[in-house]
C-alpha cells in the first residue's frame, strides 16, 4: 500500500484535512483522523488495528469491516494506492 | 524577505477599478501595493464612472477616465499627455485584458514621457492568444484541449469527433459558455460574436481539476514569483470568489516550462486543467494579473510590489515561497458616497481626492 499522499496532508484535531497537493479538504471523527495519522506514520494495517484498540473498545471483525471500508473510501478519494 | 515599497516617493497609475460580480485587478493590484508600506501617489484609470474603487476613500489619490482601446493611440497619448500636465506618473500597471496591447506597443512613448512598466514583448503576447495556443504549445511538450476556430456557424455541424458535445464556446477575449448541443453551440456563436468578434472558440471539455496561477516572468524564462489556487467558490459567471493556494510539484513545473518557453515578462495568470486522465491542460494565459492577486501576497509573494520595482528597472530576488493553505474569499461591500462624486467624475472625467485629504 502506498501511502505517501496521506503524508503530505494537513489534518488537525478537529478532524479538517486539507490536501496541499490538490486543494481539496475533507473532514474525518477522532477515529478516522487517528487512523489517517497511523497509516501516514507508516503503520500497516495490524499496526493500525493494534493501535486503534488500545483506545477504543472495538472486536476484530468491526474493526476489520470499517477499516477495509474506509480503505477503499481514501483509495476512491486517490489518497491511497493498493 | 518581504518587498518594501515605503521609501519609494513616486507615482503608480493603475486601471480597472471595478470589483463587482466580474471584478477587475485594479483594486487588489492598489491594495498589495498599500500593503507594501507605499506611501506616494495613486493614480486610478477608468473607462466608467461608475467602477468602484473610484468612490473608496483613502485609496486612489486621483482618478482620470481613459478613452476606450478600441478608440486607438492617438487618443490614448492624447489623454496621458492631458493626464501628466497634471500629475507625474513613474510607473503604469495595466490590469485589463483588451489594454495590455497597446501599452506594450506604446512603452517606448510612454516610457519618453517618464512612465515606466513591466511587460512582455508583443511577440510573445500575440503568442498567448487563444486563438494561437492550440497550435503554438503542443509542440513544445504543452498540451492544449483539442480547439477549432470558427468564423461561420454553419461550422458547428462540422466539427468532429475530436470536440464532441458538450464542449466550450469561448470569445476571443473574454466570455465562455458551456454548449450541450450543436443549438446551444450556435447561439453562444452568435452571442459571443457581437460582443467579442470573430473567430469563436470551440474547444473540447477537459473533465478534471481547475487550477489557476499567478506569475510574474522574469522576461529571460525565469520567474520573480508563482502562487497555484484552487478555486472553492464559484459564481454563474464562473468567476472564483473563494480559493485555496496549492503546492503541487508536477503543477509548478508545467506552469515553470509554459514561462520559460514564452519567456514571459511581467503578470499573467496560468488558466490549467489537471484532466481526470492525469494529464496537464493549458486553458488560457491572461497578460495581467487576476482579480484574486491578493492571494499571493497573503500567501507571501507581494507580486505588485515586485511589479513595481522591476518597472523602475530595479533589480529584485525571486520571491520566498508561498503558503500553502492560504485561501481568499471574496466579501461584497456596499461603499456610501454623495452623488457629486459621481457627477465630477461624469462631467470631469477626473477626480481630484488629494486635495481633499
Known amino acids: 500500500m502506498n501511502v505517501n499522499k496521506l503524508q503530505n496532508l494537513a489534518m488537525n484535531d478537529n478532524g479538517f484535512i486539507f490536501d496541499p497537493n490538490t486543494g481539496y479538504s475533507y473532514t474525518a471523527n477522532e477515529t478516522g483522523i487517528l487512523i489517517l495519522r497511523k497509516l501516514a506514520s507508516g503503520l500497516d494495517k495490524d499496526g493500525v488495528r493494534t493501535a486503534v484498540r488500545e483506545i477504543y473498545e472495538v472486536s476484530e471483525d468491526n474493526f476489520n469491516s470499517d477499516f477495509e471500508h474506509y480503505m477503499l473510501m481514501l483509495e476512491s478519494l486517490d489518497m491511497i494506492e493498493f | ?357
Open chain 2, 1 to 357: 524577505m518581504a518587498i518594501d515599497l515605503s521609501g519609494l516617493d513616486i507615482t503608480i497609475a493603475v486601471s480597472g477599478l471595478k470589483t463587482g460580480d466580474n471584478p477587475q485587478p485594479g483594486v487588489p493590484v492598489i491594495r498589495s501595493i498599500r500593503n507594501a508600506g507605499f506611501k506616494g501617489k495613486i493614480v486610478g484609470l477608468i473607462y466608467d464612472s461608475m467602477e468602484s474603487g473610484i468612490y473608496l476613500e483613502n485609496f486612489a489619490d486621483e482618478i482620470y477616465q481613459m478613452p476606450y482601446p478600441s478608440a486607438g493611440a492617438d487618443a490614448f497619448l492624447s489623454r496621458i499627455d492631458y493626464i501628466l500636465d497634471r500629475t507625474k506618473i513613474d510607473v503604469i500597471i495595466p490590469t485589463l485584458d483588451a489594454e495590455v496591447i497597446l501599452y506594450i506597443r506604446l512603452q517606448d512613448q510612454l516610457k519618453r514621457r517618464g512612465i515606466n512598466s513591466f511587460l512582455p514583448s508583443e511577440e510573445c503576447f500575440l503568442l498567448r492568444d487563444k486563438t494561437k495556443l492550440a497550435t503554438f504549445f503542443p509542440p513544445k511538450g504543452i498540451s492544449v484541449p483539442q480547439t477549432a476556430l470558427l468564423s461561420d456557424a454553419t461550422q458547428i455541424r462540422q466539427l468532429d469527433d475530436d470536440i464532441p458535445f458538450p464542449l466550450m464556446v469561448k470569445g476571443r477575449y473574454y466570455e465562455a459558455f458551456k454548449a450541450h448541443t450543436p443549438e446551444e453551440g450556435v447561439k453562444y456563436f452568435y452571442d459571443i460574436a457581437e460582443r467579442w468578434g470573430l473567430p469563436i472558440i470551440f474547444q473540447k471539455m477537459v473533465p478534471g481539476d481547475e487550477y489557476n496561477i499567478v506569475i510574474v516572468g522574469d522576461g529571460k524564462g525565469g520567474m520573480l514569483g508563482m502562487v497555484p489556487q484552487k478555486k472553492l467558490v464559484i459564481t454563474d459567471k464562473g468567476k472564483g470568489f473563494g480559493g485555496v493556494v496549492v503546492q503541487n510539484a508536477e503543477l509548478d513545473a508545467f506552469a515553470a516550462k509554459i514561462i520559460s518557453i514564452l519567456k514571459w515578462q511581467g503578470p499573467c495568470e496560468l488558466e490549467v486543467m489537471k484532466g481526470f486522465d492525469g494529464v496537464y491542460y493549458l486553458i488560457e494565459i491572461n497578460p495581467r494579473f487576476p482579480a484574486w492577486v491578493r492571494l499571493a501576497e497573503g500567501a507571501g509573494q507581494n507580486q505588485p510590489a515586485a511589479v513595481v520595482l522591476k518597472s523602475l528597472g530595479m533589480d529584485v530576488e525571486a520571491l520566498g515561497p508561498y503558503k500553502p493553505g492560504t485561501m481568499f474569499i471574496r466579501h461584497a461591500e456596499d461603499i456610501i458616497a454623495d452623488i457629486s462624486v459621481m457627477g465630477q467624475v461624469s462631467a470631469q472625467s477626473e477626480l481630484i481626492r488629494r486635495n481633499e485629504q
